[in-house]
């Protein structure tokens, strides 16, 4: 079983390349990542609405803990030995600004993608999102 389970949004292709880059990383396989997009996601996994879920992350400790937000991202980078990159946006003051920003982001996370990486929404597995490694995500 997983340390985490992240939520994430599999249309958005910066939410998608992060958790490639995640997985990459993953050695020890204590993530589990799940596409929000999947058409049986709220059948599967009832105890997180997809709404919520594609306003802010979610993720679930294997103890059932719920986390939100950049506190997924701090949990998640720090579980593949990273978390010292996430580090200071979790210190006080700091974070307040941090999780400010990081809504924002959230909100506006496709116009986002489009800016940065010149696509808004992937594209290249239709409504089930972003493809990594040849496998659909959610496909664990």
Not at 42 to 47: D, K, L, S, T
Not at 77 to 105: E, H, N, Q, T
Request: aromatic share 12%; net charge neutral.
């Amino acid at each position: 079983m997983s340390e985490l389970t992240l939520y994430y949004d599999g249309l958005c292709p910066l939410c998608a390349r992060e958790i490639d880059h995640l997985s990459r990383l993953d050695k020890a396989g204590r993530l589990a990542f799940v596409d929000i997009q999947q058409e049986d996601f709220a059948e599967r996994y009832p105890h997180i609405d997809p709404q919520a879920a594609s306003t802010i992350l979610h993720a679930n400790t294997a103890g059932g803990e719920l986390l939100l937000g950049l506190d997924v991202t701090y949990r998640a980078w720090s579980l593949v030995g990273r978390g010292f990159w996430i580090a200071p946006l979790r210190w006080p003051v700091v974070r307040w600004f941090a999780d400010k920003a990081y809504l924002w982001f959230a909100r506006n996370r496709y116009k986002v993608s489009g800016w940065l990486t010149g696509q808004q929404r992937c594209d290249t597995c239709g409504p089930q999102g972003c493809s990594i490694d040849g496998k659909k995500q959610g496909d664990n």
